[in-house]
T-cell receptor, first 113, second 113 residues
């Protein structure tokens, strides 16, 4: 079983739609959960960062973490063509020194005008 | 906004040659990382570095790889004898604390021919 699973898509939605992106994981030690956006041949850009379970909202983006189900989500409201990118979930455990991130495969999203 | 800077953006090298990839992390960050992404695959952890020593390394980070922080600002990844399978995007990242959000650079695309 993969440590982090993410549907690679591709996902295509019309402008203005609500987008739901999800990851599941198997390692119960993960405590920190992140969503990154990656444009083609660029570095990942941090969108949302959450610790443990709960919701976090930032503008049009909402991140949810359900540790009991080992399931995290990113919702994008009022999606725009500029949101077209690959979205990566990433997570890390508490470590004594340095915390490696474990990434999902990434979901490729296209928002059509 | 502070950035992680990587040079060069693209490097082509012959198999068996040594390459050095360079990074300037964000100045007040304490933890430094290298990740790689083979085309079409997920982002993979290579190594973390803290307090002038390696904190953790993955199974990918074998004896062909080394990291160094030669001065107060640069962080380098050296591959001693490149193989075709080393062709990938290499991302440097830095963070202020363990498990916090990481800032990634734009990457160096390494092509081994």
């Amino acid at each position: 079983q993969k440590e982090v699973e993410q549907d690679p898509g591709p996902l295509s939605v019309p402008e203005g739609a609500i987008v739901s992106l999800n990851c599941t994981y198997s390692n119960s030690a993960f405590q920190y959960f992140m969503w990154y956006r990656q444009y083609s041949r660029k570095g990942p850009e941090l969108l949302m960062y959450t610790y443990s379970s709960g919701n976090k909202e930032d503008g049009r983006f909402t991140a949810q973490v359900d540790k009991s189900s080992k399931y995290i989500s990113l919702f994008i409201r009022d999606s725009q063509p500029s949101d077209s990118a690959t979205y990566l979930c990433a997570m890390s455990a508490i470590e004594t020194r340095g915390s490696r991130l474990t990434f999902g495969e990434g979901t490729q999203l296209t928002v059509n005008p | 906004e502070p950035e992680v800077t990587q040079t060069p953006s693209h490097q082509v090298t012959q198999m068996g040659q040594e390459v050095i990839l360079r990074c300037v992390p964000i100045s007040n960050h304490l933890y430094f990382y290298w990740y790689r992404q083979i085309l079409g695959q997920k982002v993979e952890f290579l190594v973390s570095f803290y307090n002038n020593e390696i904190s953790e390394k993955s199974e990918i980070f074998d004896d062909q790889f080394s990291v160094e922080r030669p001065d107060g600002s640069n962080f380098t990844l050296k591959i001693r004898s490149t193989k075709l399978e080393d062709s990938a995007m290499y991302f440097c990242a830095s963070s202020r604390g363990q498990g916090r959000g990481y800032t990634f650079g734009s990457g160096t695309r390494l092509t081994v021919v």
